[in-house]
């Protein structure tokens, strides 16, 4: 059995991509004026995310409702952002 891999971009903005593939390249996510990667990871058996903002907001996203786009999209909305939780800050794959 072939294992299923996927790429997993997160910019600091809160958008998310997740594409096929089984290598990191470049031009993975389209992203708006402002915007930065916080995080990139290749997976093949994660099924949801940990994440802290700035204003120390944590959530835990499942990556089963994030569809997969193909490279170079603008990626989907991760989660709601304000003044109030910040920026993206640190995220990380929840291992089972």
């Known amino acids: 059995m ?3 891999k996927e790429v997993v971009i997160v910019t ?3 958008r998310i991509i997740k594409h ?3 290598k990191i390249e470049t031009g993975g996510i389209k992203l708006a004026k402002g915007d930065s990667i916080i995080s990139i990871f290749m997976l093949n ?4 995310l940990f994440i802290v903002t700035d204003n120390h907001l944590m959530a835990e996203v499942s990556l089963k409702k994030i569809k997969t786009q193909k ?3 603008s990626g989907v909305k991760l989660i709601a ?7 993206i800050n640190f995220v990380s794959p ?3």
Do not use: F
């Not at 058996?45 to 949801?48: E, G």
């Open 2 to 4: 072939k294992i299923k």
């Open 20 to 22: 096929k593939g089984d």
């Open 94 to 96: 929840i291992m089972d």
């Open 12 to 14: 600091r903005n809160g």
């Open 71 to 73: 490279r170079g999209g």
């Open 81 to 87: 952002l304000s003044m109030e939780t910040g920026l």
């Open 45 to 48: 058996s994660v099924d949801s």
